[in-house]
């Protein structure tokens, strides 16, 4: 049984607005910051399983529409990247990158590890590695098709989508209830320590969005799809071989630090400004 394309993303909205509503009503879900889209997506799992299982028929979804949208969602996080305020997270920040780069060679050696002990090409480690495990369900599909086309890794893409899903439940289970007992003992939520911009209440305007505000994210998320399509041909021609979305991000960061704008309500604001012009 075939999925297409159309029905396949129109269950996906719903998987996600299940997913949502479920961590919603129920308490341990929301306790341990377990992602709606993991919820949503194991019900899926789950139902297609069983539908294997007990009456023998795969079911298969089209999944063409999901390529172009991880280019936007790559596209859409270097649009949210400002190198301004990168730079102002001084030592924290030079840590915790440090500590992400020693874990990012943990996950790829435990990996490759792991594989050779069972058998396998060590480079099929690497999809259990920081490509699932650090890079998130995103990388794993971006990064699956190479190395099933050059390193001949025919189950890459189920490799890291098997880690990339156990990994991240394996985190909120175990990351939730170690941060809420950190936040608890160390009462961060009522700390007065103007340094910390994690944990304490916003109290700033709150945003809004209306027409304008809409169209603009929207042309803007396509023209960094754009950019970094022809970022991508030209990191190709160099014979680096980098996913897609790594192009698509460097565009998004390119048009938010060298665009500078005030402030997306700016944006919105110059739109209802020509809007009234014309009339």
């Known amino acids: 049984m075939i999925v297409d394309a159309f029905h396949s ?27 709606e889209p993991v919820v949503g997506g194991f019900l899926c799992a789950a139902f297609v399983a069983g539908i294997y299982q007990f009456a023998g028929q795969k079911i298969v979804f089209d999944l063409a529409i999901r390529d172009y949208l991880l280019l936007l969602f790559f596209a859409g996080i270097g649009l949210k990247s400002d190198i301004r305020t990168l730079l102002r997270g001084g030592k924290p920040l030079a840590v915790l990158t440090g500590l992400a780069a020693a874990f990012i060679v943990l996950q790829n050696s435990a990996g490759m590890g792991i594989s050779s002990l ?6 099929a480690g690497l999809m259990l590695g920081s490509i699932s495990l650090t890079g998130g369900v995103g990388t794993t ?6 190395f099933e086309e050059r390193l001949g890794i025919g189950n890459a893409l189920e490799l890291g989508i098997a880690g990339n899903t156990l990994g991240l439940i394996a985190a909120c289970v175990i990351g939730g209830p170690i941060a809420a007992h950190l936040i608890d003992k160390r009462d961060v939520t009522q700390s007065n320590d103007t340094r910390l911009d994690v944990g304490t209440t916003f109290e700033g305007p709150p945003a809004k969005m209306d027409y304008f505000c809409v169209l603009w994210a929207v042309l803007f998320s396509n023209i960094a799809v754009l950019l970094g399509t022809g970022i991508h041909s030209l990191i190709v021609a160099t014979g680096i071989v980098l996913p897609q979305f790594v192009g698509c991000l460097i565009g998004g960061i390119l048009i938010r630090n060298l665009i500078r704008w005030r402030s997306a309500a700016h944006c919105c604001a110059c739109g209802r400004a020509w809007a009234r012009g014309w009339r």
């Open 9 to 35: 993303f129109n269950l996906a909205v719903v998987l996600l607005i299940s997913g949502k509503i479920l961590t919603m009503k129920i308490e341990p879900l929301r306790r341990y910051s377990i992602p």
């Open 118 to 123: 069972f058998g396998f090409d060590p480079k």
């Open 141 to 146: 599909l971006a990064w699956a098709p190479i």
